[in-house]
């Protein structure tokens, strides 16, 4: 694969994951990940002439990069010093209220069955369209949809029985 065929086929998607590295890895780093996620790909171009989805095996480098990197920072993090930066970073009672929000969407994000769950992250908060979506997992449309919709009810019911639950009400 040349320099020309590369920068066509691979290098033009890199805005496409950008967002999901920006949510995954913060904003400050995406720029760093997606040029080393570039250089793995660049190190697999001969094997990635012949792949036939193309746009699903860059999106799936781009993923597995960022868990990687996660799991790099995890080792060296705390969860006491995380704490700390939440207390530090809000203190009024809005921020918290948020953050508490935050902190509940993403445990039932979390608790999605693996499907649900990458469906759910790349069509509402990375903005892929359902046919993007569909392309790069290798499912049919259709399936993206129920996915997306039953992953959209369990987030509803759960938010509901978790503010019921807050408000006494049972």
Known sequence: MT?????H????????IYPMVARMLGQSNA???IQDIMLKLWEKRDKIKGHPNVKGLIFLTARNYCIDELRKKAKNASDSQERLKVLKASKASKDIE???LNSIVN????????????????????GFQTDEIAELLGIKREHVRVLLSRARKHIGVELEKTYNYERGVY
């Open 107 to 126: 445990e039932i994000i979390q608790s999605l069955p693996k499907p649900q769950q990458d469906v759910f992250q790349m069509r509402d908060l990375d």
């Open 9 to 16: 086929s691979v290098f033009s998607f890199s805005e496409r």
């Open 98 to 100: 948020w953050s508490e």
């Open 31 to 33: 720029s760093d990940a």
């Open 3 to 7: 320099k020309q065929e590369f920068r």
